[in-house]
């Protein structure tokens, strides 16, 4: 039933499957690809015989296909970036973004175009992670511009602590595995970029945008949210307001992704309202470059782009007449991104924006007809409510897991915020189409500037809400999986869609606790000596069953420590040396 429903089910959760495969299974490339061949053929064979419609090997065929097409996919993915060496190259580099302010300098992100050792000259693949020891770096330096730099590249490595950020998995998903320091002395030439590409030259007119609000009066902290909300781009903030959005549960609203893409489509919806009957599909074609246009706007990043073609897909359902089809849709887009694309799987965004969405998809319109307000205001604040309920319960698994906090003031939060961040968003596109008439460009910046103080005030009250947010709390990568899973469970059956009884809700329940038992089990009978990699130093700390001793001259307990307790379920005790 699944499959003839959501036929892209078949095919995209293999190929996720198979690129899971390809970061934990090493060594079986050559296997993979005899399978490959020989699943292809068997499809070919059977598609030319009458019933394979009805074939059970036809489909095993695929399922098996697809699998090794994306362990394939993966491993070339990691195998075409360039070794590069520890030794001192004289390279050049292309400028993938701008330079981004850091503790100790800066950092940016480039491309490798050539690497210049001796008389020898090679043109290696891939992109190296930069940082500039100043205080100031060239303000002129834009995306596409061209750099000669002596430098010395190390490979990137992860610290070695328990339960971290997989961050060199992250830097090879984007194309890096080499990091460098360099200071001015070690820059030979620059050259401005000539022949930009579209997605340099997006990132050029996001970082534009900047300029045209502060050209209309926007400052300060109002500035530093209304670039946060419209482009994603949170370097003007400090790190206090980001701890305060994130306590209460509206950091999502930071991160330019399906939420604000789906604002531009429901608003381009309403203002095309006339557009009915038969020219009904002329709305989605409007729609649908709009939301490109506005990818490009706000820098084409990959969240963004994602969430374009994940909107894009699911507007071309009503051009196909298949509205009906938004799970499939959703599938489709996934599908293509992790072809082109495999390591985005493990990125936290995709995560985090495809669970929401989906949740939303299958439990949002079930959950919002179980209550009828025939008062507008009561039912706009029933769909914010419905939405962000639903929502929650997708991503809350994985939120616990990547934050260690659960915001249980969220629900409060999001009726207010979402409809705060849609009208800043619509008021910032309004100032950027009137920034040639200065009095309007001011009149929507005032606008702006009264809305940011009203987030920022009521965001920070929340967050110092007391008892609004349980800190200390964290999940191991199967119960994530199956905690999702039961919250799936039970509000199909809660909602009574796809006809789920509360069995298979139960057994995921069990399986759940059976996660955590065996967890706990594990860690009950550990006695060792953890050593922490924290910013160059060492820190040793006993683990003493599920009791991590913690000596009093780490000063407080480090975020490392807090992480891995977190997830594997420890307690931490601070105790005196010797």
Not at 415 to 433: C, E, G, Q, T
Request: glycine fraction near 8%.
């Amino acid at each position: 039933m699944f499959f003839r429903d959501i036929p892209f089910l078949r095919l995209t959760l293999p190929l996720c499957a198979g690129v899971i495969m390809a970061e934990y299974l090493h060594g079986i490339t050559l296997a993979a690809a005899f399978a490959a061949v020989i699943t292809l053929t068997l499809m070919a064979v059977r598609l030319l015989h009458a019933g394979y419609r009805s074939d059970i090997l036809f489909g095993v065929c695929l399922i098996l296909f697809m699998m090794t097409a994306g362990y394939l996919l993966r491993t070339w993915e990691y195998s075409r970036l360039s070794d590069l060496g520890s030794d001192r190259h004289e390279v050049t580099i292309r400028l993938s973004g701008y330079p981004d302010r850091g503790n100790s300098g800066w950092s940016l992100k480039a491309r490798i175009v050539s690497v210049r050792s001796g008389d020898t000259v090679t043109a290696p693949r891939g992109s190296i992670l930069l940082w500039f020891l100043g205080d100031t770096i060239p303000s002129a330096w834009k995306p596409g511009d061209m750099a000669i730099v002596n430098l010395r590249p190390m490979r990137v490595k992860n610290n070695g602590n328990p339960c971290e950020f997989n961050y060199r998995r992250y830097l090879e998903g984007q194309g890096i595995r080499y990091m460098a320091f360099f200071r001015a002395s070690d820059i030979r030439a620059y050259v401005p970029g000539t022949g930009r590409t579209v997605r340099e030259r997006s990132l050029i007119a996001a970082h534009g945008m900047i300029e045209v609000f502060r050209r209309a009066g926007l400052e300060g902290e109002a500035l530093g949210l209304i670039t946060a909300l419209t482009i994603g781009d949170k370097e003007l903030l400090d790190r206090e307001r980001l701890t305060s959005f994130s306590r209460s549960g509206a950091m999502h609203i930071m991160a330019v992704s399906g939420l604000h893409v789906g604002m531009i489509s429901m608003a381009l919806s309403w203002l095309l309202f006339f557009v009915r009957g038969r020219l009904k599909k002329f709305r989605a074609l409007i729609i649908i470059p709009a939301l490109w246009g506005f990818a490009f706007i706000t820098g084409l990043t990959p969240s963004v782009l994602r969430a374009t073609i994940m909107f894009t897909f699911l507007q071309a359902g009503s051009i196909l007449n298949r509205p009906a089809a938004g799970m499939n849709n959703l599938l489709a887009s996934a599908f293509i991104i992790t072809a082109v694309h495999p390591s985005v799987i493990f990125e936290a965004g995709f995560q985090l924006s495809y669970l929401a969405v989906a949740f939303i998809i299958a439990f949002y319109t079930p959950l919002y007809r179980l209550l009828k307000f025939r008062n507008r205001v009561a039912d706009y604040l029933w769909q914010m409510t419905a939405v962000s309920l639903v929502a929650q319960a997708g991503t809350l698994a994985l939120s616990v897991s990547l934050f260690n906090i659960f915001p249980l003031l969220f629900l409060l939060t999001n009726i207010v915020v979402i409809p705060v961040s849609f009208v800043v968003l619509i008021l910032a596109l309004l100032l950027l189409a009137s920034s040639p008439v200065p009095a309007l460009a001011s009149f929507f910046a005032m606008l702006l500037d009264r809305l940011a103080g009203f987030t920022l005030g009521f965001t920070g009250m929340v967050s110092s809400a007391e008892h609004g947010v349980v800190t200390g709390i964290g999940m191991s990568a199967a119960e994530t999986i199956m905690m999702t899973l039961t919250s799936a469970l039970l509000l199909a059956a809660l909602l009574r869609t796809a006809r789920v009884t509360l069995r298979p809700f139960l057994v995921a329940v069990a399986l759940l606790l059976a996660c955590n038992a065996i967890k706990t089990a594990q860690e009950m009978h550990r006695e060792r000596l953890i050593t922490y990699n924290i910013r160059g130093d060492r820190l040793k700390v006993r683990q003493h069953g599920r009791l991590l001793l913690v000596p009093s001259s780490a000063g407080g307990i480090p975020s490392e420590v807090q992480k891995h307790a977190c997830t594997r379920g420890l307690k931490i005790r601070i105790i005196e040396p010797g």
